[in-house]
């Protein structure tokens, strides 16, 4: 089996989020992946069957468990296998296209609703503007970008509510930014994810809303970094990013 690292929403080698992609010429039995995905030590290893007629199979594990949408490993997986490609994942059939350097997911919106939620204990001492829940991520709005770049979050308090994961955002205040970001995941074994592409399917519709724009470029500032493009459209969003592959090779297990 091919196997790929690949570092996505990034135009740069060791930057961005790195993902493992394994091509299948058959499904495979979850716990094989499962332990492939914990090998591999990345946020996220895809799992592709690129066999037979119709929307390829596509599966994202961490190293702790499955999960039903991954951005960033979809654009992992098209930028290796190249061209327009329809996928059956848990979160139903996705598109993507990869073209002139750049690729691009077609994902289901993920509005955020208002929630009470107290985070006072994952966030100690810092000023939140708004709280919210996205179908399986926590979702805060902090009152600048710095105060997202610095914010040191408690992981075990964050780990032990709901999903165990926190999408922290503000308005950008460099040019060409519209807004900044970082993703916290330790419920899914993931202390802290680089660059989350199903993070934007959330921050698109709050932003655009917010914002009153359907363009927009957000910037996860995370120690890695990286930029992904957002365009809103309707109970849709379509993420872009770039891909750079890493390391390429076979398994023998």
Sequence with gaps: ???FIVDAFTGKAFAGNSAGVVLLDAPAEPAW???VAAEMRHSETAFVVTTGAGPKSLRWFTPAAEVALCGHATVATTHV???EQVYATLSGELRAKAADGWVELDFPSDPPSPSDDDLSAILPGVEIERTGR???NLFAVLPDAEAVRTLEPDLKALKAT???RLLVTAAGDVDGIDYVSRFFGPGVGVDEDPVTGSAHCVLSPYWSGRLNKSELTGAQVSARGGIVRTRQDGDRV???GQAVTVVSG????
Excluded: I, N
């Excluded at 076979?250 to 297990?253: D, F, G, I, S």
């Design 250 to 253: 076979e398994l023998h297990v």
């Design 162 to 164: 709901w999903k165990g």
């Design 134 to 136: 996205g179908v399986e």
């Design 1 to 3: 089996m091919r196997f």
């Design 81 to 83: 296998l190249g061209g």
């Design 33 to 35: 992946m499962q332990a």
């Design 238 to 240: 379509h993420l872009s």
